[in-house]
Structure formats: C-alpha cells, structure tokens
C-alpha cells in the first residue's frame, strides 16, 4: 500500500545525471531539449520558465529580457510566494490571515481588503554552457516571442515525459511512497537538488547556495535532500562493515 505522501520522502524521486543527458539528447528539437536542460541546470519550476497560462499570475515565466548574458544569471519570478496584503476595510490596518478584528478601529471584519502583490524576484545562476544552447535557440527559432520557451505548462509536461519515455524511464520515484509516478518537470528539479547533495556531501555552506538557487523560504526543506542520497548512506553502513 503507498504511504501518505506528507508522511515519507521520495527517496528515488529524481534523476541520474546519465538519465538527463541521455532525455536531452533524444529530444527532436531544440526547444524541447532547452526546457530540460534549463530545468536541471538551474532548478526552477516548470511555472517559473513556461509562458503562464489563464490560471497563473501573469508575471510568471521567463523572458528574453531576464537574461543577463554576461553575468550568466536568470532573473526569476518566485512561482511560490505570491503573496497578498490583508487590510481593515474600515481604516486600511495590515491584517493577519486568520483576523476576524481589527485592533485599531475594533470593528469585526467580515469581507477584509485584499490586494495581491507582485511575485518576489530572485536571480539564479547558469552555466555557460546552458547559455549557449538558450542563444542559439532564440537566433533560431521563427516565433517571436517574449518568452524563451513559448508553451503552457500541459505542454512542458509532455516534453519531459516523453523524453523520459523514450530512453525507458516510464515511472520515476519508490512505489511504496508516490502513487503519481510518471516522469514530471518537477523531477529535473530534485534532480538537481540531489546531484549538488553527492557532489559537496551536503555540506552547510553549499546547502545555503542551493537554497538560494532553489528559492526555498526554509533552509529545512534543501536539508531534506540529504536523505535523497540513499546510496551514499547505504555505502556507508556497509563499510562500517567491512573486514579489514
């Protein structure tokens, strides 16, 4: 039976790096290969790339002109902390989510005002080498468009999926804890998360930066990803083992 999800973390929910390069290099045309790479060398959210749809904010996705080329960096738009001012209708106080009282103007608050705020920006980084195949996409493309990749979120989905399919990969992640395992954006996200744990062995600086590069409001949440390294922890008690 699958465990609740909220109860247990995937430990298999992600990618090897030989299985990105090979859903990269399967790809029959440059965009498609561009949205995966995008997503794994930088770890951003599908919404966070992809032309918004009719349900998203409409600040959301990334531009042509949210490239600066010659710090390789990416200006994104937070997809997660869309964030929105409560006030008394009455005399304008900020208030909690959860008031029912204004304690200025001590009147009950029954239909509070509410103003949506701007998605927080942050900038990531991005290898050169990402930033070569984005501009010779853009030189190469026919579209014109504001956006570096001018699809809907539905439509990423397929790309990455497919790509996954294509090299056998059909269900990513344990069984016994995700019952949606087909292959998503979202897994090239943790994929990064998980190779930058094996390469610095989790180390405390370098979960800082990849909070940064992730966006995480908790440095608690990057933490979770040391456990993804199931392996290592593995290897490890076998050699606690091991006859000398």
């Not at 399967?26 to 930088?42: E, K, M, S, Y």
């Not at 239909?111 to 080498?129: E, M, N």
């Not at 501009?135 to 190469?140: A, F, I, P, S």
């Not at 190779?195 to 062995?201: A, L």
Request: glycine residues 6%; hydrophobic residues 35%; aromatic residues 6%.
């Amino acid at each position: 039976m699958p465990v609740e999800a909220r109860a247990m973390k995937d430990l298999r929910g992600f990618f090897s790096v030989a299985q990105v390069d090979a859903m990269i290099e399967g790809c029959d045309n440059l965009r498609d290969r561009v949205l995966i790479r995008l997503l794994w060398r930088t770890g951003m959210r599908i919404s966070e790339l992809v032309r918004p749809g009719k349900d998203r904010s409409p600040d959301l996705g990334l531009r042509v002109t949210d490239i600066l080329w010659q710090e390789n960096t990416l200006i994104i738009r937070h997809a997660k902390r869309s964030a929105s001012k409560i006030s008394c209708p009455n005399c304008g106080t900020t208030l909690g989510r959860k008031f029912k009282f204004c304690p200025i103007c001590r009147q009950v608050v029954k239909a509070p005002s509410i103003q949506k705020l701007a998605h927080p920006v942050r900038r990531i980084d991005v290898d050169p080498g990402t930033l070569a195949m984005v501009r010779e996409y853009l030189e190469k493309r026919t579209e014109n468009s504001e956006f570096v990749i001018n699809i809907g979120r539905q439509m990423a989905y397929l790309v990455v999926r497919q790509a996954a399919e294509r090299i056998g990969i059909t269900e990513v992640g344990d069984p016994l804890v995700s019952q949606r395992r087909h292959p998503h954006p979202h897994h090239l996200r943790h994929s990064l998360a998980v190779h930058s744990v094996r390469v610095t062995k989790g180390n405390y600086a370098d979960l800082i930066r990849l909070q940064a590069q992730l966006g995480h409001a908790s440095l608690s949440t990057t933490a979770s990803y040391v456990q993804f390294s199931d392996e290592e922890k593995r290897k490890w008690y076998d050699e606690l083992w091991e006859e000398k």
